[in-house]
């Protein structure tokens, strides 16, 4: 399995950005889907974005499509997320995730991920 430790987060004002880091550990992180999920308290965990190992297809949330950009650097193992023009409703905590497969259509279903990082909180104010 992949060890994933996340990065960034934080507080913006609605309309402002953030921006994640994942790191990974492991030699097999070129070959697999990677995606961000997130988690309002009360809610279930739902995923955001996804992208394929070659970085040749992306998936996103239509909650966030057109404001989240997913990229991933495979020479330096770090998945990223850019979050522009934020709402408050994106307030929750963001964890990054190791797909069990390649390119997968359904990378942004959670039953497809073995290894999950800590996650890290981000908090939009109205």
């Known amino acids: 399995q992949v060890r994933l430790v996340e990065s960034g987060g934080g507080s913006a004002q609605a309309g402002g950005s953030l921006g994640l880091s994942c790191a990974a550990s492991g030699d097999t992180f070129s070959d697999i889907s990677m995606g961000w999920f997130r988690q309002a308290p009360g809610q279930e965990r739902e995923g955001v974005a996804c992208?394929?190992?070659?970085?040749?297809?992306?998936l996103y949330a239509p909650s966030v499509e057109g404001r989240f950009t997913i990229s991933r650097d495979n020479r330096k193992n770090t998945l990223y997320l850019q979050m522009n023009r934020l709402k408050p409703e994106d307030t929750a905590m963001y964890f990054c995730a190791a797909n069990k497969y390649g390119a997968t259509w359904g990378c942004l279903s959670e039953s497809q991920y073995n290894s999950w990082g800590q996650g890290t909180q981000v908090t939009v104010n109205s």
């Open positions: 992208i394929w190992p070659g970085s040749s297809g992306t």
